[in-house]
């Protein structure tokens, strides 16, 4: 079983920046790949950036260019550094890692970004 927290949301003005962290625990081994979604309210779950066991990486063409997707596999945690957040960025950003091909969820934390 795995388990994953995250960690790091909060309220920012807009421009401003914020660092998601989402620690692993459990059995963590052959990861295929590591992700941040995030939902807004009314809208669906939507990926926000992605990196595989390769190292390569994938982001919203909404997000390309302030965020930035990492890994520390000493400390098991996964981090998602926004920068020039806007408003529209605003939603419960949840930490998502592929295990086995098996899909494992955090249980969210909570960005607002005013204007």
């Known amino acids: 079983q795995v388990q994953l927290v995250e960690s790091g949301g909060g309220l920012v003005q807009a421009g401003g920046s914020l660092r998601l962290s989402c620690a692993a625990s459990?059995?963590?081994?052959?990861?295929?790949?590591v992700g941040w979604y995030r939902q807004a309210p009314g809208k669906q779950r939507e990926l926000v950036a992605a990196m595989y066991s390769g190292g390569s990486t994938n982001y919203a063409d909404s997000v390309k260019g302030r965020f930035t997707i990492s890994r520390d596999d000493a400390k098991n945690t996964v981090y998602l550094q926004m920068n020039s957040l806007k408003p529209e960025d605003t939603a419960v950003y949840y930490c998502?890692?592929?295990?086995?091909?098996?899909?494992?969820w955090g249980q969210g934390t909570q960005v607002n970004v005013s204007s």
């Open positions: 998502n890692i592929v295990i086995m091909n098996r899909e494992y």
């Open positions: 459990g059995s963590i081994f052959s990861i295929n790949a």
